[in-house]
Each structure stands twice: as structure tokens, then as C-alpha cells.
């Protein structure tokens, strides 16, 4: 009956069949955050993006395209390495696909990150910010389409999406390694073009204090599909307009550079707090 039913239990199919322990935890790695899937070392498995049906190939550099299997920290966990953006011309249903494929898995619980512009005054590039909340502003939504009762509700709640109980371990653990965790509020854009100095404005007195191009979706199906989330943004660069130098240009190469040093602080904060979740569990 349902077309997007079918994609999800195809993509699953493929994925079940090779997995050894059912994934407790979904991540989704944003740029720079590469070097976390190379941690999952015990009970490792790759399976490219391509022998996966309805995943697409990332068309970005700085993406790679491969779905890790494999325990991160004692945790069974299902990385996606390298997402497909809505800017790259894929429906928000396409882009979303490997939430509702985590959910079929059985997991419930997905930690989501990306990189981000900071508007918030105090954010500047190569901080760390842990997401309390969203505003969608990619001009749709990823449930929009026929309803079907096997993905979840028609109408699902949205004041929590962020789960409490995963910002606090992640609070807990980011004090524990020094890290200055900030939590702040992402609004996602469709892109692919940066925002200007004008739209940073309007976002920040909407009470944005990031902004990217991605999360928002796969948080709002993750949540529909049941799942615990946990979003982290990682400030790359100054919004437009809103740096020591206001006329800065934003570059992808810029935003990849900073990726990679935050990245690796976000990899290890990560890997902590699946560490003590595995401890309490
Ligand atoms: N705007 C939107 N998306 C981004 C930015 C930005 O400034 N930096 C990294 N991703």
C-alpha cells in the first residue's frame, strides 16, 4: 500500500542481513566527523551506500557514502557515514530515508550531528553546541504524503525533540572532558547558497543561534518514528555578517577545515557518553 513502506523495508532488508547485533544507537556523522567510524572496530561491517536501496550517493566533497555497523564504546551502533541533502535535489522523504531504516532496525535512539554557521553572539567557529530545539524553515516537511500507521502517527508531537535525558549525559560528559558544550537552537535552511547578512538577522530574532542545511528533517522523522534524539552542531564558521570582519566571505573549504578539528573533540565527546550510557545500562 505505502511506496515509502516499501523503500524502508527494502533498504532494512539489506542492512538486517548483515548485522550481527541489533543497533542500540543511530549516528549520523556530519563533515569532519569521518574519523569516529574508523572506532568501530569489534564486530565491523561497511556496506556502501550504493548496495543499499534508495540510499544515494553523496555528491559533496568532504561525504563519503557507507553505512558502519559495529559496537562504538561497548554500544552496537549503525553509523551513516555521508547523508544526502535536499539542496542536492532529493525529497525530504530521500533524505530521511536512514532514520526511518534505524527505526525499522529497532533502535531508538539516533545522536545527529552537523556543521553549522554560529549567529548566536558568544559562538565562534570551532565551538561545540548541543541542540535544544529546532526551527524548520526547510520549506517543507518530511512526513508531508500519504499516511501510513507502520511509520507512526499522522500527527506526532514536537515539544521535545531533543531528548532531555541524552542532553544531560551529554552535559555530564562534555564538563568531564572540558569541553564547553553551549546549547543553542537550530534553524536548517534548504541551501545550497549561505544565507546573507540580512537573513542571519531575521533568524537570530527568531531565536536561532545556529544554522545549517540538514538535521532539522532527520530529527522530526526520527522523533515521529519513536526514536530518542540528540543533535550537536558544530560552529564552523560565523553566520554571514556576523564576524570580527562582517564582509568575511563563507567558503565550503573554510567550513570543512574546522570540521575536521571540531570533529574530532565531537568524536571523542561522543564515544564518552556511549561510554557511560553503556555503564548505566
Ligand atoms: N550556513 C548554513 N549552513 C552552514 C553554515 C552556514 O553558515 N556553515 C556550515 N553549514
Given at each position: 500500500m505505502s511506496g515509502l513502506y516499501d523503500a524502508v523495508q527494502a533498504a532494512t532488508n539489506v542492512i538486517a542481513h548483515e548485522t550481527i547485533a541489533p543497533p542500540q544507537v543511530?549516528?549520523?556523522?556530519?563533515?569532519?566527523?569521518?574519523?569516529?567510524?574508523?572506532?568501530?572496530?569489534?564486530?565491523?561491517?561497511?556496506?556502501?551506500?550504493?548496495?543499499?536501496?534508495?540510499?544515494?550517493?553523496?555528491?559533496?566533497?568532504?561525504?563519503?557514502?557507507?553505512?558502519?555497523?559495529?559496537?562504538?564504546?561497548?554500544?552496537?551502533?549503525?553509523?551513516?557515514?555521508?547523508?544526502?541533502?535536499?539542496?542536492?535535489?532529493?525529497?525530504l522523504s530521500a533524505v530521511t530515508l536512514p532514520m526511518r531504516v534505524a527505526a525499522a532496525l529497532g533502535t531508538k535512539h539516533v545522536i545527529l550531528t552537523a556543521a553549522t554557521g554560529g549567529i548566536a553572539f558568544g559562538l565562534r567557529p570551532g565551538d561545540l553546541c548541543l541542540v535544544t530545539d529546532h526551527l524548520n524553515l526547510m520549506?517543507?516537511?518530511?512526513?508531508?504524503?500519504?499516511?501510513?500507521?507502520?511509520?507512526?502517527?499522522?500527527?506526532?508531537?514536537?515539544?521535545?525533540?531533543?531528548?532531555?535525558?541524552?542532553?544531560?549525559?551529554?552535559?555530564?560528559?562534555?564538563?568531564?572532558?572540558?569541553?564547553?558544550?553551549?546549547?543553542?537552537?537550530?534553524?536548517?535552511?534548504?541551501?545550497?547558497?549561505?544565507?546573507?547578512?540580512?537573513?542571519?538577522?531575521?533568524?537570530?530574532?527568531?531565536?536561532?543561534?545556529?544554522?545549517g542545511m540538514s538535521m532539522v528533517p532527520e530529527a522530526i522523522v526520527a522523533r515521529a518514528s519513536g526514536m530518542d534524539v540528540l543533535g550537536f552542531a558544530m560552529v564552523t564558521n560565523a553566520a554571514a555578517g556576523s564576524g570580527e570582519d562582517p564582509s568575511a566571505e563563507i567558503t565550503h573549504e573554510e567550513v570543512l577545515d574546522v570540521a575536521k578539528v571540531a570533529g574530532g573533540r565531537l568524536g571523542d565527546l561522543i564515544v564518552r557518553i556511549l561510554g557511560q550510557w553503556h555503564g548505566k545500562n
Open positions: 543511530a549516528i549520523v556523522l556530519g563533515s569532519g566527523l569521518g574519523p569516529l567510524a574508523d572506532r568501530v572496530v569489534h564486530r565491523r561491517i561497511v556496506i556502501e551506500y550504493d548496495r543499499i536501496p534508495g540510499f544515494e550517493p553523496p555528491g559533496i566533497s568532504g561525504h563519503a557514502g557507507r553505512v558502519i555497523l559495529g559496537d562504538l564504546a561497548g554500544v552496537p551502533v549503525i553509523i551513516f557515514q555521508g547523508r544526502f541533502h535536499y539542496y542536492e535535489g532529493h525529497e520549506g517543507g516537511n518530511p512526513l508531508r504524503g500519504p499516511h501510513d500507521h507502520r511509520l507512526g502517527v499522522r500527527f506526532p508531537d514536537m515539544t521535545q525533540v531533543y531528548s532531555p535525558f541524552w542532553r544531560s549525559l551529554a552535559t555530564e560528559a562534555a564538563s568531564e572532558l572540558g569541553i564547553d558544550l553551549k546549547p543553542g537552537v537550530y534553524a536548517s535552511l534548504p541551501g545550497p547558497s549561505y544565507e546573507t547578512p540580512a537573513e542571519i538577522r531575521m533568524l537570530r530574532a527568531l531565536g536561532a543561534d545556529v544554522v
